[in-house]
Structure formats: structure tokens, C-alpha cells
């Protein structure tokens, strides 16, 4: 599933910084997301969401951006998914509850070995 993360971030994160590694840490938190109850399609909205945000994408008076550790730490995930930093929030994303988790047949982290 690690993998699968990182495509789906390569594929539809364009306007950001490209992985270089899967680390340890990174397979740590993409795990730890998993047991905590998100599905692959999480992660893949998540992703469009914030390829979506002009915010996320440096346009704040700071001009800071997002990257692939600070998308997938526990809190902020839940916070782009409940879209706290979507441009337009009337697209929000239907299937998810006031968490921003995905309110499906959750699996977590289902048959995936790791």
C-alpha cells in the first residue's frame, strides 16, 4: 500500500515537490493512517484536494506549501479532507462525515501486509 500512496501522490500532486524516497518514516505515518481508519480513497482525495488549494500550493502571504510528510501527518490529513483548505469549499467532496474520514466500509489498513 505504501506504494500505492506514493503513486497516487506522483500522479495527482503535480504542482508539488516530487518524492524521492519512501522512507521509513513516511511508510511509518502511511501506516499509522491506515489503523487509524483511512482507506486508499482517502489518500487519493486528499491528494486531489490539495492539488486543488491554491493555499497549499504557496499562495498565503507566507508562501509556504504543503509537502508529502505535512499532507499525510495524522492532523493535518483530517483538516485538507474536512476541507479547511479548500478554495472553493461548496465542491467539498460527498462521503465523508464531520472527521473527514471516509464513511464507507472502513477497512483500515484491511489485508495489506506490511
Do not use: Q
Not at 504542482?15 to 489503523?35: E, T, V
Not at 472553493?88 to 464531520?98: I, R, V
Request: glycine share 8%.
Amino acid at each position: 500500500p505504501y506504494e500505492k500512496v506514493a503513486s497516487l501522490y506522483s500522479t495527482i500532486c503535480t504542482s508539488y515537490s516530487k518524492l524521492a524516497k519512501l522512507s521509513d518514516a513516511r511508510k511509518k505515518a502511511i501506516h499509522a493512517r491506515f489503523n487509524s481508519g483511512y482507506e486508499l480513497d482517502d489518500f487519493k482525495r486528499l491528494f486531489e484536494m490539495a492539488e486543488e488549494s491554491s493555499f497549499l500550493k504557496g499562495k498565503n502571504d507566507r508562501h509556504w506549501h504543503a509537502t508529502f510528510d505535512w499532507l499525510i501527518k495524522d492532523t493535518n490529513m483530517a483538516k485538507v479532507l474536512e476541507g479547511n483548505y479548500a478554495d472553493d469549499k461548496s465542491k467539498l467532496s460527498a462521503g465523508s462525515n464531520d472527521s473527514g474520514i471516509h464513511t464507507g466500509n472502513k477497512k483500515g489498513w484491511g489485508g495489506y501486509l506490511c
